[in-house]
């Protein structure tokens, strides 16, 4: 599917390197002063409210807009420079365009037919891969928003990158569809291919994402590094329970699981929770009674208390 690139910090240095860079326009700073590094098998995630300098990131990654001050490197190579480093690069954005009278296939046909080096083979790989049906020959106005969104996926995927830039790419999509999505990157990441999500589903971020961070009025003010286990992000969560045999009984059980218990009387905060759904639903199946559960420091808790209210 991928290129099989071993995961972890590349011995060639980052994958994406941004050196205090900053963009205006006009008087207005869209970004400024922002430094990141991205690595080889790593899915780095970047939130923040709608205007933010999210999307301006992203395009002076891709080259499409040139930064007033600091430096770009994709893969050692300035984006804006004809390196041939983009042709590594595979892009997702936000409401995606595609010849909408046309067939999901034939519209990566057209768009292959540019460089010729992809077969229709490998395009109905991808088609596949994102859970589309390659001998469907709906036009694509005909598709659900979602269905657009795994078409967009597709045409990323279908030249093997070793880099994708994800701008909401869940966008439209149903609870399966989000959760085919994720696991999906999580295989990606496996094979080495470096993702940079930008994104508001700030649970989802959170699962997948080695690193996030938080960027608001142009700058990043925030940032954390993920606990992971399989590939999904770790969660410390408080469990409140109603009676003294419950406290027991759950931190035997937790304790059985390898995560660390810490008790105060009928509140137990859990750390290595891989999921909290997962938790709750294992908690009513122990029997015990539940006064109230919830994660501790959670990106979403993070993300308001940084960002300094709900997000627009």
């Not at 994660?295 to 997000?311: P, W």
Request: hydrophobic share 40%; charged share 20%; net charge positive.
């Amino acid at each position: 599917m991928v290129n099989n690139i071993s995961a972890g910090k590349s011995s060639n240095g980052p994958v994406i390197s941004l050196s205090s860079v900053s963009k205006r326009y006009g008087q207005k700073w869209a970004v400024k002063e922002v430094s990141i590094n991205i690595y080889s098998g790593q899915i780095f995630g970047l939130v923040g409210p709608n205007g933010a300098g999210k999307t301006t990131l992203l395009k002076m990654i891709t080259g499409l807009v040139r930064p007033t001050s600091g430096t770009v490197a994709v893969m050692n190579h300035n984006p804006g420079s004809q390196t041939g480093a983009l042709s590594s690069i595979g892009l997702v954005i936000e409401n995606p365009p595609s010849i909408e009278h046309l067939s999901g296939l034939r519209n990566l046909q057209l768009l292959a037919s540019i460089k010729n080096q992809v077969a229709t083979s490998e395009m109905v790989s991808a088609l596949k891969q994102v859970g589309l049906n390659p001998e469907d020959r709906r036009p694509v106005k005909k598709y659900s928003l979602g269905m657009k969104q795994r078409l967009a996926l597709a045409q990323a995927i279908m030249e093997k990158p070793q880099l994708l830039l994800l701008d909401e790419p869940t966008n439209g999509l149903d609870p399966q569809g989000v959760a085919d999505i994720r696991n999906f990157l999580l295989q990606l990441k496996e094979q080495g291919v470096s993702i940079l999500l930008a994104s508001h589903l700030l649970t989802e971020v959170e699962r997948i994402c080695d690193e996030v961070a938080i960027i608001k009025n142009g700058e990043i003010v925030h940032r954390v590094k993920q606990k992971t286990t399989d590939g999904l992000q770790q969660v410390q969560a408080a469990v409140k329970l109603t009676a003294l045999e419950d406290v027991r009984v759950v931190s035997q059980w937790a304790k059985d699981k390898g995560w660390e218990v810490t008790a105060e009387r009928s509140l137990l905060r859990l750390e290595g929770v891989p999921s909290m759904p997962g938790l709750i639903k294992d908690l009513v199946n122990l029997g015990v009674s539940i006064e109230a559960v919830y994660a501790e420091d959670s990106l979403e808790i993070t993300y308001l208390r940084v960002v300094g209210g709900m997000a627009k």
